[in-house]
């Protein structure tokens, strides 16, 4: 089968690789680049595992195809934090233990940043709804959406 | 063994510490069942039955097997088969006749989505064509589905081998009634004779998924010499090893498994799936063999736990006594026998002293996947049932709801339906918590119920081992045999720092291998605080007395002349000014004085103790659709002792959740064929963060007499009072009992109607 | 196993060549929210995918003389970013928005939820009740339908062999008029709608209804343009008596079946509910514009 040749862009540093045209990004991230952080619940949208950012927007990456991606700029778990200084919202889910199996975590932590990007001072429902698609079975959400929150207000605060 | 359930002044004990697999997480290393790969590894994907029953005529395996890439196709003629276990049976049965024809369908397949046929090749794609090519010829049979209906006289019979057990003989002729639990005390006759009011009811429940995010997944790698690696996401990788050797026939010591980081469980990773099935390809194919379930597969041939039907009765007197009770609940195990029959007769009265009373539970197959364990095995849908007849008497005799449990509230000194008697218990704090919270006397407006109902759950002991060693710089690594499925490293880390009187962040707590480790049951039946952590306890001590020698031996006194304290060997001796030395000094002198210092620790865990958890919900209703929101929620437990209170927090929120999804709108919908028509979450409809509101928490601390630190079990008695609780919310905001779970906009939108009927 | 080939045009002719050529095992790809859903569960297994978003019209939103244009491969997100198409048409933007997750937005096209065809597309009703249609290229050049009828059955359009949607054209709304979209589900988010009301209505300066239309989802084999409804709004205010008959209208055109996302019972009844709440909100922002 043929593959193709993608050049992106990946937590900044720039990645080629071949995919079949079928394969999803999830399947090049795991796959092809052996980047697992990534993580795979359902393969159909349904639980925002996979979720990364991609030309600053929250995606699936079950749901969008590897050779779409020439040119683009992709976000992954793997670049969230800063060398080796935890990003905010990294820092606020261990202070308020809003993990506990973790699997559905780097999909949640993508997601609450694409949100707070948006939205950087939200009320409790807007980040219950900005988070509807990230299914969490341990947590109950509480402990996650108190994190996010505290997260939202670092974030606000002047440096 | 000193024990400290009653001590208070804790240095670590109670506080909230990061997780120490918390950082892994959080950026992505942590490993899970499906970040393992290996050279030269092969995909392996499963061919499952369309039928719910059928016979497996033939299957033909020659054109897949000649696809490129395609190392080996697999059927049960391939997996050793087994003879049907004999009584006397075993409260939980692990029967390996049954478990082999789960794990692959060997002349019948019992329901949509059985695995048939298993394919190896050098890529997913390439087995998923493959899986294409097999033919299988079916002669498709009636089915069943209901479990009252498979025990009528004209019902399909799914093993024609299987006869109902009757204690001393069994039945004449096939059943899939395999045996029904039973537990009596007192004279029904009498008690219902003494009561002023009776009412009866029928309850039902579906079946619903422990619906973990992960899926399930594996790899193995066999080699020449016969020895297994297996690689897999479980709650216990103990019972993986034991199942796998007795399954296909190798020597426990040749298996080494290892437990990935477990992203979620419930219950639903307790037994195997694709294990065996990896195993084997790789052993015929001399490759590591890969196997991933899809969600699909996850919801259509993995464990839900059971669904239920039940007849209660119960009985009270004007002052709130409760006289009687009789109960009979039939619950589907699935296509094998082994529903928690035992768990619900045990679990239906246990919070109340009700001197005559009755529960049968009978264990009957049904065409649907055989049932697994979820968080409560067998407790919500009896505490379902027994809260929401309460509810209704208190109801009617005009009582608080918490007066009602008071006054027939179990305390020490009581017997369970078990048999066993009550130690120290917590639940009248529970209950008396619970009616001084500002939650219970908030007002509620139009359209809104209040709902609360009591859970009783008695987890888990069992066995346990732990190695921690204690290393030259004076680190320390914990290292259990138990997969860390919600925070378990954290309290495994907080008791050892505790004992020692160190600081936690020099405590590495790690999960070992069964090839590094003694024999360790199941993360499961909320044991691994209780019962793990005991073994840590154990073992932190024996290091402790090591160091009191070591200390001894450097001194030149006595052993019995020193103690530890706060992480420091001290001499006791009278008038001694010997300096203390630390446990990093003596780390550093082992080495030279003896050899490394390590603790082992190898229980069977007793005095497990009983939990109760009342919960405390408030709802609206839609009275035009019959949608119900939750409001409020508040869960008060007792939990013995909080190791780490974050995390008895998160499995008091996390219950709380699933029992919201399980009392509102999950269930396993099938069509007429008995095909799963829900076979993903966009419409198996687990609760997303936007459906909940915060989940307040209270925990209540009354020590667990047999534990050193007073654990109780947590993780397990949140859910079993959360479906009841929503339920009587809903009753109480529409005015009508609910007995019909889930309590999805349809039945809801009908029973405000039949409400709206009834006053026209 | 068929090998499937991914094509990106930049062209519309380029497109229509590729899709004609493509035959049946042909794709269209935009968002791919449902077509990557569909191949991953092996429902079905195209051998062609010709992406449109290198397109350059798909991807943008104009205002024109008498319609705002929409290209086909613009997504929820963007819609729900364009502030002068939100004060135009917040119903069919709400009814877009309600599709799927945030995630699930970044990707998910008007124009492809209107072409799989199933029957509880949110954004269907809310178009047919603005009185949308759809600009189709195809081997014999362009032409436009109304968006009732496009669906012709679940799953299937009216397209025929080599034809896609290039862009929905939303006619620029009258002064005194204003839409609204509400669905049924049993969670608050991540479901399909059980039962979907779109509503548009224009007001009198007295303040009688103008004109309305109102289109269900989920009830019936295609969503479906009520038109007793516009009898019973038009000339009226809306009383206690308008809203009655309007339920019955609604709940009278339901023609659904019973399956796993709820009861034939339970969709007329609500189709009802729903009809008149969201009547309410198109009602209050018409009396608003």
Known sequence: MARHLITTTINGDEVEFACQPGQTLLEVLRTELGMNGTKNGCGSGDCGSCTVIVNDRPINACLVLGVELEGAQVETIEGMADGTELHPLQQKFLDHAALQCGICTPGILNMAKAFLAKNPDPTESEVRFGLAGNLCRCTGYDKIVRAVLDAAQEMRAPK | ?760 | MADLKYESPTTTEAAVALLAAGGEMARVFAGGTDLLVQMHEEMIEPTLLVDIKSIKETREITFEADYVRIGAAVTGAELGENDKLVAMWPGVVEAVELIGSYQVQGRATIAGNLCNASPAADSVPAMIAAGASVCIAGPTGTHEIPVEQMAVSPGKTSLAQGEFVTSILLPNRPSNAGDAYLRFIPRTEMDIAVVGVGVSIELNADGTCASARLSLGAVSATAQLVKAASGILVGNKLDDTVLEALASAASDACSPIDDKRGTIEFRTKVAGVLACRATKIAWQRAEKN
């Not at chain 2, 109801?395 to 918490?402: A, F, T």
């Not at chain 2, 009072?721 to 905001?733: G, L, M």
Request: net charge negative; proline share 6%; aromatic share 6%.
């Open chain 2, 1 to 760: 063994m000193s024990n400290d359930n009653a001590k208070t002044n804790f240095q670590w004990v109670g506080k909230r510490t990061r997780r120490p697999d918390g950082v892994d997480k959080v950026t992505g290393r942590a490993r899970y069942g499906d970040d393992m790969s290996m050279p030269g590894m092969l995909h392996c994907k499963v061919l499952r039955s369309p039928h719910a029953h059928a016979k497996i005529l033939s299957i033909d395996t020659s054109k897949a097997a000649a696809i490129k890439g395609v190392k080996a196709v697999l059927t049960s003629a391939e997996i050793p088969d087994h003879p049907l276990s004999k009584p006397p049976y075993a409260p939980i049965i692990n029967d390996m006749h049954d478990i082999s024809r789960n794990v692959m369908a060997r002349d019948k397949v019992f329901y949509d989505g059985h695995a048939v046929a298993a394919v190896a090749a050098t890529s997913e794609r390439i087995a998923k064509a493959a899986l294409k090519l097999i033919e299988v010829k079916y002669e498709v049979l009636p089915h069943v589905l209901d479990p009252i209906e498979a025990v009528q006289p004209d019902a399909p019979i799914l093993h024609e081998d299987q006869f109902t057990f009757l204690g001393d003989k069994t039945s004449e002729i096939p059943s899939n009634l395999f045996r029904s639990s039973v537990g009596e005390r007192g004279d029904l006759d009498q008690g219902f004779g003494e009561a002023d009011l009776i009412l009866e009811r029928d309850f039902s429940s579906e079946p619903v998924h422990q619906g973990y995010i992960e899926p399930l997944a594996c790899v193995a790698s066999t080699s020449e010499d016969g020895c297994v690696e297996l690689w897999t996401t479980t709650q216990g990788h103990f019972v993986i090893r034991a199942l796998c050797s007795s399954l296909l026939n190798i020597e426990l010591a040749k298996i080494r498994v290892t437990a990935s980081e477990i992203g979620g469980g419930f219950g639903g990773k307790n037994t195997v799936y694709g294990e065996p099935v990896a195993i084997r390809l790789s052993q015929i194919t001399g490759r590591p063999v890969r196997m991933v379930m899809s969600r699909k597969e996850v919801f259509r041939s993995s464990g839900p736990t059971v669904g239920s039907r039940t007849h209660i009765k119960m009985g009270v007197k004007n002052d709130g006594t409760i006289t009687a009770a009789e109960v009979e609940t039939w619950y589907q195990a699935g296509a094998f026998k082994g529903a928690p029959t035992g768990r619900a007769v045990e679990t239906y009265f246990s919070s109340y002293t009700i001197p005559n009373l009755k529960a049968t539970v009978h264990d009957v197959c049904v065409n649907r996947p055989k049932v697994a364990a979820y968080r409560a095995p067998g407790a919500p849908m009896a505490a379902f049932a027994a809260e929401g007849i309460i509810n209704e008497l208190a109801n009617r005799i005009g009582m608080d709801p918490i007066d009602i449990r008071l006054k027939n509230a179990v305390t020490e000194g009581d017997q369970s339906l078990g048999g066993s008697v009550y130690g120290s218990i917590g639940l009248i704090e529970v209950l008396n918590q619970t009616k001084n919270h500002p939650h219970y006397l908030a007002p509620l407006g139009p359209n809104q119920g209040r709902g609360l109902a009591l859970g009783y759950w008695m987890h888990g002991g069992g066995l346990s081992s732990v190695s921690v060693h204690l290393l030259d710089d004076g680190s320390v690594t914990v290292a259990t045999g138990n997969p860390d499925i919600g925070g378990s490293r954290s309290s495994m880390r907080v008791m050892a720092a505790e004992e020692l009187g160190i600081d936690i962040e020099l405590i590495k707590p790690i999960v070992a291998d069964t090839g590094s480790m003694g024999y360790s049951h199941l993360t499961a039946g909320s044991r691994t605080t209780f019962a793990t952590g005991w073994a840590v306890i154990n073992s932190v001590r024996e290091i402790i007395e090591k160091l009191c020698i070591l200390a001894a031996k450097k001194w030149e006194i006595d052993v019995n002349d020193v103690s530890w304290e706060a992480g420091h060997a001290v001499s006791t001796k009278s008038g001694d000014s010997i300096k203390p030395l630390s446990l990093k000094e003596l780390a550093a002198m082992a080495t030279k004085m003896g050899g490394a210092i390590a603790g082992h620790s190898e229980i069977n865990a007793g005095g497990t103790g009983a939990a109760f958890c009342l919960q405390l919900v408030d709802v609206e209703v839609d009275p035009e659709t019959g949608h119900v929101t939750p409001l409020r929620h508040t869960v008060i437990q007792d939990v013995g002792r909080a190791i780490s209170p974050d995390y008895v927090e998160g499995q008091m929120q996390g219950g709380a959740v699933q029992g919201i999804g399980w009392a509102l709108n999950e269930e396993y919908v099938y069509d007429d064929q008995a095909r799963l028509q829900n076979t993903g979450f966009l419409d198996y409809r687990m609760p997303v963060a936007s459906d909940v509101p915060m989940i307040d928490t209270v925990i209540v601390e009354v020590p667990n007499p047999n534990h050193p630190y007073g654990v109780r079990g947590v993780g397990e008695p949140t859910l079993v009072s959360a479906p009841a609780a929503v339920a009587n919310a809903v009753e109480n905001a529409i005015g009508k009992p609910m007995s019909s779970l889930p309590l999805s906009p349809p039945k809801v939108l009908k029973a405000i109607e039949q409400i709206q009927v009834a006053a026209e």
